[in-house]
């Protein structure tokens, strides 16, 4: 199998995912922003606004750019991590591709921001009124959570922010009590799990579940394009996964034919559709694999990436369908909710100020950039986040309201 192949697939998914998240439920107006391209084509992301400048107001109350920053936070991280990836990878950047006509990701990301800032200020209105509150327990992890955050970011980065524990710990006792409201509205909804779960056709996410042991007879380049061994050393290849078989034809176990540090045979699972349209793993690897019962191995299967020897862990594994189910019943959710969100918003008065909001551009408003020039200097060929991952994020990975994504509306509507 070739591994980079496999790792620009996963890496394409993970762009995939990050990009339908950004879409669903987005407001269909144009993003309206400063002019942000410089003399170099490039998008100027330097900052405009003032911290004390309102950005947003609901119901009379004020938040200003310092608050906002949190809500832009919270996607600035994940997106500049994808950007960073891209480069690296990829030598192109992933903030300005297009995910629809007209629309990147960075302008997409930025109407997310005020979208999901308007769904937590409402919702969480809406908890207080009806009492809901923390624990000591889940106060005292958010102050955890919250300096672990802290600790993690760069002076630089916490100087552009302006983000103090004491901050980032109210932020998140906010969000955590809307999510505990979102997700108890949630549960109130008669959602038919069970007929969703049946609508599903199961037939059509069979998978294969599988080891391999695989000894190259080529180099694969970063197209998937192989180019062939010399005939010696295919000839050493052959001879070298013939020993292998002998060790694990009859215990079954891949593991008895490795050899620690012999970097010329790769070890690893894979799991696969047989419709798989992604190239996931080689056709000949796929049918004869699809061939096997649960425990058996294939013999020496021979195909231009090298040779194989296969074993069936589950020949009708279900990660695939479960995950289908999943979504589908989270898409149900997610389409209930903004129905009652509709309602919910309509006893707010919601006014998105629009002078400042159009000064934002998204890229560097809670992220230093990683540079060219930095990597140079510091011989940083790693994909890095300025001391900040993806699991570094004010927001939790919980379901929380800002995975469903709220609709704004210009301030002429909500008045």
């Known amino acids: 199998m070739n591994k980079f192949r496999k790792l620009k697939f996963l890496v394409l998914m993970v762009v995939l995912v990050c990009s339908m998240a950004l879409v669903a439920g987005c407001s269909k107006k144009d993003s309206k922003e400063e002019s942000s391209k410089t003399e170099d084509g490039t998008v100027d992301t330097s900052v405009k606004y003032k911290k004390d400048d309102v950005a947003l107001t609901v119901d009379g109350e004020k938040l200003t750019m310092e608050e906002m920053l949190y809500y832009i936070y919270s996607y600035e991280s994940q997106i500049d991590y994808m ?63 919250s300096a672990a955050v802290i600790e993690q970011m760069s002076e630089e980065q916490l100087a552009l922010t302006g983000f103090t524990e004491e901050a980032v710990t109210a932020i998140q006792q906010k969000w955590a009590v809307t999510d505990k409201y979102y997700q108890d509205l949630i549960d109130s909804f008669d959602i038919d799990d069970k007929a969703i779960k049946e609508g599903i056709d199961k037939k059509q996410y ?26 010696d050393e295919k000839k050493a290849a052959k001879e070298k996964i013939e020993a292998i078989y002998d060790k694990v034809k009859e215990s079954k176990n891949l593991q008895d034919g490795i050899t620690d540090g012999d970097s010329d045979v790769n070890y690893t699972d894979l799991s696969f559709l047989p419709n798989d349209e992604n190239e996931t793993a080689n056709k000949t690897f796929m049918k004869e694999a699809m061939k096997l019962e649960n425990g058996e191995i294939s013999g020496i299967v021979e195909t231009e990436e090298g040779y ?59 992220i230093v950039p990683v540079t060219a020039e930095d990597k140079a200097t510091t011989g940083d060929t790693t994909v890095t986040d300025d001391k900040t991952t993806t699991e570094d994020k004010t927001t939790t990975d919980d379901s929380s309201a800002s995975d469903e994504k709220a609709t704004t509306e210009d301030s002429s509507n909500n008045n």
């Open 206 to 231: 069979k998978e294969y579940s599988t080891e391999y042991i695989l000894v190259p007879t080529g180099t694969t380049d970063e197209e998937g394009n192989v180019t062939p061994f010399s005939d």
């Open 308 to 366: 194989y020897i296969i074993k069936m862990v589950d020949n009708n594994a279900t990660t695939s369908y479960d995950e289908a189910v999943d979504t589908a019943i989270q898409e149900a959710e997610a389409a209930r909710f903004d129905q009652e969100f509709e309602k919910i918003k309509e006893n707010y008065k919601i006014e998105i100020n629009n002078e400042v909001w159009d000064k934002v551009v998204m890229g560097s408003n809670t």
């Open 83 to 145: 950007d960073q990836m891209y480069q690296y990878y990829f030598n192109t950047g992933y903030w300005d591709m297009e995910i629809e006509e007209g629309k990147t990701i960075r302008q997409d990301a930025k109407e997310q921001a005020m979208d999901t800032a308007i769904r937590y200020e409402v919702l969480y209105k809406e908890a207080i009124k009806k009492d809901y509150s923390l624990t000591d327990e889940e106060i005292a992890k958010i102050k955890e959570n």
